[in-house]
């Protein structure tokens, strides 16, 4: 079940993202900022988390919110799984989640920016195997040998 976030969700999700070794301390601290910003903010527009949910236990959830200055193009911030649950579907439920969110919001883009880095070669694979495509890169974006890759997918609505 995929949900909308809770208050008491904030335990587990900050273990979810402790326990991701793919990423930095600093992008685990920016992780934790947008849930404490969505969990102040329930009815935030730019910060949605949606959290799933399996026997009482979260396993995953997903950031995203549509960004400024645009009438349709939405960003998703995040996208994690418990790396105990990885591989079994959890990641295209949240993925799908996702897009149904960008049409129902009445979105057409949906974007998601990921590094070049070796560690993030499942990440792009993800993306790509779901019919999502680069749109950009932006060469020593995050430090030199570190390039930004932005994924994009057109929503039909």
């Not at 883009?109 to 749109?135: C, G, H």
Request: proline letters at 1%; hydrophobic letters at 35%; charged letters at 25%.
């Amino acid at each position: 079940m995929i949900r909308k976030l809770q208050a008491n969700d904030r335990a587990q999700l900050v273990a979810i993202i402790e326990n991701t070794n793919n990423f930095s301390e600093e992008e685990k601290k920016v992780a934790v900022e947008l849930i404490d910003e969505a969990i102040a903010n329930p009815n935030h527009k730019y910060y949605n988390v949606f959290v799933s949910e399996n026997e009482n236990k979260i396993d995953g959830y997903h950031c995203i919110g549509k960004r400024a200055l645009t009438d349709g193009v939405f960003d998703l911030f995040w996208i994690v799984v418990d790396s105990s649950t990885q591989n079994k579907g959890i990641g295209k439920q949240l993925l799908d989640h996702s897009e149904n969110f960008v049409k129902e919001s009445n979105g057409r883009w949906i974007l998601a920016e990921t590094s070049s880095k070796d560690s993030y070669n499942a990440t792009r694979n993800f993306y790509m195997r779901n019919k999502y495509s680069i749109v950009s890169q932006i060469k020593d974006f995050y430090s030199v040998n570190d390039n930004l890759i932005v994924f994009g997918k057109y929503i039909k609505t």
